[in-house]
């Protein structure tokens, strides 16, 4: 009884019934409604957001509140409101905004006084990015999207799914919210609901938004760095509570989908954001973004208001989604870190020397305090960093360097003042009520805070909730369906059981040793307590044309998720590629030797047994250990089946062209390898979910060193070498210039008593007609099999990426999401010359190919010029080369 009381107490404090509060329209001079406008009292920290059509309803305490209704281009309105004890309506009209447009340049040179407000902007935003360590909030998500075209292909299929033209889809979320810096946020779904068959639960991503810093590599107007790529304008300021807010557009100096476009407002004094009118453009969709601030503590602007409007239309495929946040019942936290006396006293200082001067379109050289700020105190307790920034800001105009300066003070102070963080990424954790997905209609009339528009409630009174995903796929997908091309079945709550199909093409290969084959797949996966898995795979094939039968089965078994541990067995008759891991894809090899007459692929028949372990040792500290017992034997060619092809070419025997073993075929032998590879990457950050470990980024290099291993006479092997190999591999970016990787290898065999061709440290290499290019360690102009080593060797890879480095630089081409890459690729064997790979490609060519130019060299002599064409087949790519 206890228990139960408890908990009802808690229930009623998280969702309190109230029945009282204000509702209406918000609507222009013009009777048009105005939608997403903020509702808020700043006094209790608790507003709201219109919907579509400009309707809202606030539930509130019996009272008297001071509302303030507010929305971009138009001006704010506060009505001293009383409440109270059922809803009273408060429809309100808004007044278009009135600027008071800029007639006088402050600055003797003449730019825009727009970079006078967004030098102190821009120096100021470490601050306001760092000012709160800790919040909580209350978050409303709603998302709310439309197919306004489908593409006659494809209706079907998407009726199949359930989804019409012109019919919404919505998904809303009440979540309660804790963020603390850098970035970890705890999110407590109270309810959650979708007209489809997925829950939407995670609004962080909307309301942790901040535009203080660049995101997702769209680089914003506060940037460090934007004066680099936009122009400002200042196009007005308006008065709002005594405070001059100023009207800035943002004009990019280039195109690209890494820039915005738009407005910002920022309040004169205290230099921080007021609101928020943004737009990205892109290829295939484009977003506007609009926020609105307001104050929840003194000094304090936080977003409570987030409205993002996304429009997609790719391959005749068009369709409108808006996401919709209203934050509310902010409690936050002053990062005590941060001397905020000094900031607050230097900003008092700051205004009061001549203000930007635009009242009324006049410099009017008032002077004015800033509202509830302190003036200046006593500058003999500042560091020297503070006196610095406070010199900084006490100047009447900064300069470009000055503004970068007093950024990096701040942003240093801020680091300084942190600790060191921890290696655990703690960004993103989620909790859901037991209850979230079963809140009745009545729970959501009483505590949605934006009312649903007529097309969202027939969305969701449309939805039959006993269907969920399983059910949809048992109607719409046939047991032939199922079972001709694969399914997943669900065999209990801890087991899925997965088949490839009895008619997927990919399960059809062609090699001249086997003509064609087909194979089939099975994969079965579990979970156990702990979040530890285990999966079994099964393959079987026939070779049409050889008549033989090949056939594989492993097990593997993750038995410490947080330690990234696992261990697996497996074993059976395989076909195996000389070169082994780095070899070729098996489909492009189908294609090449089809239509090309091109059978560079080199198989040998491998029955065997291995097993393996991996673990971290310690944090970026990972051993894998191996070992295999196998019979390897030479195979011939039973097929000379092909389509068409050059009629110069012709198919080549089943052996590779190594020169040190000459053109003969490989002796059946038995073997018996170990291997042991440990890597280890300094302060390598990690995030937990659940009790698994995942490695997410380190500013420093992998440093790896591998020991492979033949004994002869274990089991009868007839293998006896040893290979030590060291290599170091590292990607990072460099702000504004691009993304870089490289990796070094050096090896050298310390014994090769009895090698054979299998054993031979094999480079990955695509120099073929059709090739893997999906790696970026591999080389482009040289042979298969040919360049390899049993002695000494070192390879280097380079690869330079960036969304504008050449061709970007077009008009044209601009807004595309194309990448642009430059890339280097060496190698060096004894007793031959240097292979130099010098090219330029350009990636996500219609989201799909991949174009590359590539020049080779041997030694100071060119070797090869040539274009190629890649379009990526799962985890392996197809590449045309001309």
């Known amino acids: 009884m206890k228990f139960f009381l408890t908990s009802l107490l808690l229930f009623f404090q998280v969702f309190p019934a109230l029945s009282s509060g204000i509702q209406g329209a918000i609507t222009n001079v013009s009777g048009e409604p105005v939608p997403f406008a903020t509702i808020y009292v700043a006094a209790i920290h608790h507003g709201t957001t219109a919907n579509d059509l400009g309707e809202y309803q606030l539930a509130l305490q019996p009272g008297e509140y001071e509302v303030r209704i507010q929305y971009l281009g138009y001006k704010t309105v506060l009505k001293n409101v009383t409440v109270g004890d059922d809803f009273q309506t408060l429809d309100v009209e808004l007044e278009e905004q009135q600027y008071n447009l800029p007639e006088v340049i402050v600055s003797s040179s003449g730019e825009d006084p727009a970079y006078y407000i967004m030098r102190r902007a821009i120096g100021l935003s470490q601050y306001y990015l760092n000012q709160v360590s800790e919040y909580t909030c209350q978050v409303y998500l709603k998302g709310s999207g439309v197919l306004t075209r489908i593409p006659a292909l494809m209706r079907r299929q998407f009726e199949r799914e359930g989804v019409e033209q012109d019919r919404y889809f919505v998904t809303e979320t009440i979540s309660e919210v804790r963020f603390r810096l850098p970035s970890t946020t705890e999110t407590r779904v109270l309810s959650t609901r979708s007209s489809g068959s997925d829950n939407d639960t995670s609004p962080m991503s909307f309301v942790t938004m901040s535009l203080y810093r660049d995101i997702n590599g769209i680089i914003s107007p506060l940037s460090r760095s934007a004066f680099h790529v936009y122009r400002f304008v200042l196009e007005g300021s308006f008065m709002e509570n005594g405070q001059q807010v100023n009207r800035i557009r943002v004009e990019p100096r280039r195109a690209g989908p890494d820039l915005y476009s738009g407005h910002i407002h920022i309040r004169d004094g205290s230099w921080n954001l007021h609101s928020v009118d943004l737009r990205v453009e892109q290829s295939f969709f484009s977003i506007q973004i609009r926020q609105v601030y307001n104050p929840v503590g003194e000094g304090v602007w936080m977003p409570v208001s987030h409205d993002f409007d996304i429009d997609v239309s790719i391959m005749g495929l068009e369709l409108n989604y808006k996401y919709l946040a209203s934050v509310s019942n902010y409690e936050i936290t002053l990062n005590p870190g941060l001397d905020h006396d000094f900031y607050l006293q230097a900003m008092s200082a700051r205004y009061m020397l001549p203000s930007l001067g635009i009242r009324d379109g006049q410099a009017t050289g008032q002077r004015t305090d800033l509202p509830?700020?302190?003036?200046?105190?006593?500058?003999?307790?500042?560091?020297?960093?503070?006196?610095?920034?406070?010199?900084?800001?006490?100047?009447?105009?900064?300069?470009?360097?000055?503004?970068?300066?007093?950024?990096?003070?701040?942003?240093?102070?801020?680091?300084?003042?942190?600790p060191r963080p921890s290696l655990e990424i703690r960004e993103f954790s989620m909790e859901i009520d037991d209850s979230a997905r079963t809140r009745s209609s009545i729970h959501w009339e009483e505590n949605r805070p934006v009312p649903l528009t007529p097309g969202e409630r027939e969305s969701f009174g449309e939805k039959d909730p006993e269907n969920d995903a399983d059910t949809l796929e048992s109607k719409d997908r046939s047991l032939f369906s199922k079972v001709a091309f694969g399914n997943n079945y669900q065999l209990s709550e801890q087991t899925r059981l997965n088949h490839g199909g009895l008619l997927s093409l990919f399960l059809l290969d062609y090699t001249t040793v086997d003509g064609f084959s087909y194979s089939q797949r099975l994969r079965f996966t579990g979970t156990l307590p702990r979040d530890r898995s285990y999966s079994v795979n099964a393959t079987g094939g026939w070779g049409f044309a050889s008549g033989r039968a090949v056939g594989s089965m492993s097990a593997n078994f993750s038995y410490h998720p947080f330690r990234r541990a696992r261990a697996g067995i497996s074993g059976g008759r395989v076909n195996q590629d000389f070169a082994q891991d780095n070899g070729l894809n098996r489909t492009i090899n189908t294609f090449a030797s089809l239509f090309l007459k091109d059978n560079q692929l080199k198989l040998f028949e491998k029955d065997y047994i291995s097993v393996f372990n991996e673990i971290d040792v310690a944090n970026g500290l990972v051993l894998f250990t191996s070992a295999e017992y196998s019979k390897r034997r030479p195979l011939e060619n039973y097929s000379d089946f092909y389509i068409t092809g050059p009629s110069g070419n012709q198919f080549t025997p089943n052996f590779p062209p190594i020169e040190s073993i000459g053109p003969s075929m490989m002796p059946e032998h038995t073997s018996f390898i170990t291997e042991a590879r440990l890597s280890y990457t300094h302060r390598h950050y990690f995030m937990r979910q659940g009790n698994r470990k995942i490695m997410m980024y380190s500013r420093y290099p992998t440093l790896g060193l591998s020991y492979q291993g033949g004994w002869k006479g274990i089991m009868g092997s007839d293998t006896q070498f040893a290979r030590l190999e060291a290599s170091i591999d590292q990607r990072f970016d460099v702000r504004l210039v691009g993304n870089f990787r490289y990796r070094l290898t050096a090896g050298r065999f310390l014994n090769k008593e009895s090698l054979f061709a299998p054993d031979y440290r094999h480079f990955p290499v695509q120099p073929f007609l059709i090739a893997d290019a999906n790696n970026f360690d591999r080389f482009r102009t040289i042979d298969l099999y040919r360049y390899n080593s049993s002695e000494e060797y070192l390879t280097g890879h380079f690869r330079y990426e960036h969304a504008r480095i050449l061709l970007k630089r077009l008009p044209f081409m601009a807004n595309t999401l194309i990448r642009e890459q430059l890339f280097f690729n060496s190698l060096v064997l004894p007793d031959q010359k240097p292979v130099y790979e010098i090219g330029y490609g350009l990636n996500q060519l219609f989201l799909f190919f991949n174009v590359e130019v590539v020049t080779g060299f041997r030694g100071a002599s060119h070797n090869y010029t040539g274009i190629r064409l890649s379009l990526p087949l799962g985890t392996d790519s197809a590449e045309i080369r001309l």
């Open 372 to 418: 509830g700020l302190a003036r200046r105190g006593d500058a003999s307790d500042r560091s020297k960093r503070q006196q610095r920034i406070d010199e900084l800001m006490a100047k009447e105009n900064l300069t470009n360097r000055e503004m970068r300066r007093m950024n990096r003070l701040i942003r240093r102070e801020t680091r300084d003042a942190s």
